[in-house]
């Protein structure tokens, strides 16, 4: 069975500081990869998707995300964090490039502070 | 594209009464998805539909629940009598075979007092 874990609960940041979210993976076969990101009171908006090839993978926002096999872990970057950027962010794999089937983390809450 | 609409926005009920949640897909999406979020289990898979069948309906609580899609633009997600413990954000998604992962609306939540 496929699982996903993000083991940070909440981080908090401050404006303009670098950004890492964690995220580890179970998966038997071959994993298509994805973060999301639910501000308040929204629906969860893909933020980027890793399905194969370049291992670094670009998105939108300013974010970027690493896929590491060899770790299980497709670890969500940023360089510098905005106020806008408080929100959930959610860690997601699935079994085809349709995203049918995701299987998603707890979630990682992120405050920032001015 | 207007993405993936959800209806209504909010809903506050009273237990016992039949609660109905719209969703049209993003249109040529073949994939649709029913989800539940609440703050103690986080985000639930309730059913999914692949061209308009259902595919997997083993995160459906119970028989008070149920979903159906007529056709490739609208399903509904209905509970029948509602209760208090389905206080939730019901959320429904689309995808397409072909890639780009799912695409969420914006949400309902639902309230049964």
């Known amino acids: 069975a496929q699982s996903v874990t993000q083991p940070d609960i909440h981080i908090t940041v401050s404006e303009g500081a670098s950004l890492e979210l964690r995220c580890n993976y179970s998966y038997g076969a071959t994993p298509y990869l994805f973060w999301y990101v639910q501000s308040p009171g929204q629906g969860l908006q893909l933020l980027l998707k890793?399905?194969?090839?370049?291992?670094l993978v670009q998105g939108i926002k300013g974010f970027e995300a690493e896929f590491k096999r060899s770790q299980s872990s497709f670890n969500l970057r940023k360089p510098s964090v905005h106020w806008s950027d408080a929100a959930e962010y959610f860690c997601?794999?699935?079994?085809?490039?349709?995203?049918?089937?995701?299987?998603f983390g707890g979630g990682t809450r992120l405050m920032v502070k001015p | 594209d207007a993405g993936v609409i959800q209806s209504p926005r909010h809903e506050v009920t009273e237990m016992g009464q039949e609660v109905t949640l719209r969703c049209k897909p993003i249109s040529g999406h073949d994939y649709l998805f029913w989800y539940r979020q609440t703050m103690m289990r986080g985000l639930e898979l309730l059913i999914y539909?692949?061209?308009?069948?259902?595919?997997?309906d083993s995160g459906m609580p119970e028989d008070r629940f149920s979903a159906k899609m007529p056709n490739a633009s609208f399903s509904t997600l209905k509970i029948q009598p509602s209760e208090p413990r389905d206080s939730a954000v019901y959320f429904c998604a689309s995808s397409y075979r072909g890639g780009g992962g799912q695409f969420f609306g914006p949400g309902t939540r639902l309230t049964v007092l």
């Open positions: 997601a794999v699935g079994a085809s490039q349709a995203g049918n089937m995701l299987t």
């Open positions: 539909f692949n061209n308009n069948v259902p595919i997997d």
């Open positions: 890793y399905f194969s090839g370049d291992t």
